[in-house]
Structure formats: C-alpha cells, structure tokens
C-alpha cells in the first residue's frame, strides 16, 4: 500500500477498526476519513448503508460484506489480505465497530497472527449517552442487547438490582415499552433510568428520570430507531 494519506504519510499494511457516524454524517473524524480513502479496501456489514456515507464524502473503494452471518469465514480471508500487505478498514452501519457489531473474530484472528490492529476512534452511542445522561459514569458496565426472551431479561434485572455501577444497554423498538416495565417492576417505579434515541439527528430524546414516569412518556411519543438504556446504580437518587 503505498497511496499518501492527506497527512503525507502512507497507510500501513494492517487492519483499522474505524468509529463511523450514528446518525449526523458531520461527525466523522478527519482521521477517519484519511483512512477510508487511502485504504485498500473497506469491510463492512451492509454496502448500502457503507454506501451512503462514502457518497457523502466522495470515497469510492471496494467494499466487502463483513456481517454476521459471514464473519467467521470473512476473518480469515481479510487477515490473508493484510498479511500479503493491504490495509484494511473495518467499519461496521454505525458507530464502533466490534461493540455490539461484528468485528471481534476479524480483530482476533489479526492477534493471532501478530498483525497490527489500530483504532480509528470516534462515534458510540453507548458513551455519547451516558455522557449525557446526568448518570454516574465513574464506573459502569456496558452488556449490549439483554436477550429476548422475558424470562431472560427478568433474570439478568434481578441479578443486578442492587448494582452499584451504571448498567448501559440498547434495546430494540420492539421490546422497548416491555423492557422499561419491567424495570419499574424488578428494579422499583423509582429507579433512575435514562433512555436516548436518534442521538446525533435533529430529534434526539435523551430523557432522564425515574423509571415509572419514563414508561409514561415512552407510551406517548415516538418508538422510531434503536434505543440506550441506562440504569442507574441503586443508590443514585435525581
């Protein structure tokens, strides 16, 4: 790989696990696009949505569908790429790549074989809300989407009742209004919550306040988009 990057140094045979927009497009990183540009090649989950972004920014390269259902074939092969000298970028439909998005078997197989791996950092939607939220973020920990069934969910709130860490999680607008209950039910009507939607866009509801009265507002206004919950530690009182 010898094309210049805008800063004049070449892009490095390795795999960058580039951050990308959740929402407002302005919010790539210069760096960011420095690598989308100069690198060999851009795995990604859906060309569509990689698509789109790219367009914005006047990067045409080759994309390769990296997702879920592919990804522990694709590591291999993208791993044979950056050993025969390519630089890969990583980007997954939003945000940081490998948390809660396919990435981690890619990053461990370049481990395994000692090939360079550099963050390109930027957007998350778990820490751009918790940076909002009024919550406390000294210690917390991140456990991505709870499983889907109830009784799962209802197992994992009762386990954590009485955290004392700042529990952040994203759930679908599917199950969204069911999973609040449930946590005014588990956790207690009084439980601060902090629920956020569509950060980064023109609307982006951050509502922060006990999980009782966040049912109630849910119930009346929009469910569009993929949600951030937080849950307070026990202790924490508004």
Known sequence: MDEPTESGS???AGLYVVATPIGNLADLSFRALEVLRSCDAIACEDKRISSRLLNRYGIEKNLIPYHEHNERRQAGILADKIERGQAIALIS???TPTVSDPGFRLVRECKRRDLPVSPIPGPSASLSALSASGLPSNAFTFVGFLPPKAAARRRFLENNRDSE???ILFESTHRIEKLLSEVSEILGPDRVLCVARELTKLHEPILTGPA??????????SRKGEFVVIIAPASFVL
């Open 212 to 221: 009782a009265q966040l049912v109630g507002l849910l119930a009346r206004g």
């Open 10 to 12: 070449p892009l490095s």
């Open 165 to 167: 860490q700042t529990q």
């Open 93 to 95: 439909d939003a945000g």
